[in-house]
C-alpha cells in the first residue's frame, strides 16, 4: 500500500509521533508512561515511514542499525543500575544530582537515565523486527 496519500502524510505522521514518544517516555516519572510505551510509539512512527518509502529510507533516517540502537539502550539501562552499587546503595536504586548549567539547577536521576536505556532497546528490538518484515528480498 503505496499511495500517494500516504506517502504525502507519512512524514509529518512520523515527526509527529516520534515527538509524542519523547513526551510520553519524559513524562513516565509521574504519570502513565515511560519508555516502554514510548518506544513502542516510535518504532510504529518508524514502521508507518517504512510502509510508506521502504526499507533503506528508515535505515538511511535511523543512520545506525537498529540493533546497536538496542544495545546501547541495554548498556545504559545496565549501567544506571550498577551506579547504585558503586555508590553503595542496593542495586536499581534511585539517585539524583542537581547540576548547575547555565545558571539553572538540572535534577538528573539514573530512573530516568534507566527508562531512556528501555526506551532505545524497544526502538531498536521492535524497529529491527519491523525492518525485517517489511523488506524484500531484493532490498538491503
Known sequence: MNTLILRTVAPFLTA????????VLL???NEPGGGFIGGLIAASALAIYGIAFG???VRR???????????????????SGLISILSG?????????Y???????VPLSTV???DIGVY???????TSIALALEQNEGES
Not at 16 to 23: I, N, P, Q
Not at 99 to 105: D, G, K, L, N
Open 120 to 126: 532505545l532497546v524497544v526502538v531498536g528490538a521492535i
Open 112 to 114: 530516568m537515565s534507566f
Open 89 to 97: 546503595v542496593p542495586f536499581m536504586t534511585g539517585l539524583w544530582v
Open 61 to 79: 533516517a535511523i543512520r545506525f542499525h537498529p540493533m546497536a540502537i538496542a544495545g546501547s539502550g541495554l548498556l545504559l539501562a545496565t549501567l
Open 27 to 29: 513524562r513516565g516519572h
Open 55 to 57: 526499507v533503506s529510507a
Open 99 to 105: 547540576p548547575v548549567i547555565f545558571e539553572v539547577e
Open 16 to 23: 509527529l509521533m516520534l515527538l509524542f514518544s519523547v513526551f
